[in-house]
């Protein structure tokens, strides 16, 4: 067994642990987990996510929890503000860089931090899983998102699928992109 599929095998204790859940041992900071991942493993993380979604509720059935993945979100957000043809036409046309401007303001960091938190309900939910963060890029940054949903989430716990790198203070995305910005948020599985 690889020390990665070693890593992998301590999420589901991690997830259900009560320290997480209560949001015990935090400091009073907002109970915010990265699980960091080298991207060449995503297809063997996104199979491992539908492993936990099943064996989460026979672990602990009282659990409520949500996943939410970042891409999808995107696509039906845009769909529902009948952006979404108009925006894979533009980038036919125009290209990135117009496409970009012309998203900028609908995808604006904030806006799609409300849209998460209608869709996650976390007063409804013990944890929301987070998944799809590099389908989103470049169109959704995650140090935003992840910034703009503190005063959102209340005291439940968000736990992220990242893949990339996470220091303990600053993300890189892929492993490559760096990011200059200063993050704070627990290592769900060091």
Known sequence: MTKFE???NQILDRLTSNDLLQ???LGNELAFYIFDYPPEEELLVRDHIKVLLNLLPKKQPDIKFIHINLFEL???YLKNRNLLDRAIM???GKGDKETFKALKAPLDA???AKVFTEEARPAEHDLVLVSGVGSVYPLI???SLLSNLHPLMDSTPLVMFYPGVYSGQWLRLFGRLDEDNYYRAFQLVP
Do not use: D, N, S, W
């Open 6 to 8: 070693k890593r992998l």
């Open 23 to 25: 949001g015990t041992g």
């Open 90 to 92: 533009l980038q036919r």
């Open 74 to 76: 995107l696509i039906k």
């Open 141 to 143: 940054r995650t140090h």
């Open 110 to 112: 904030g806006r799609i």
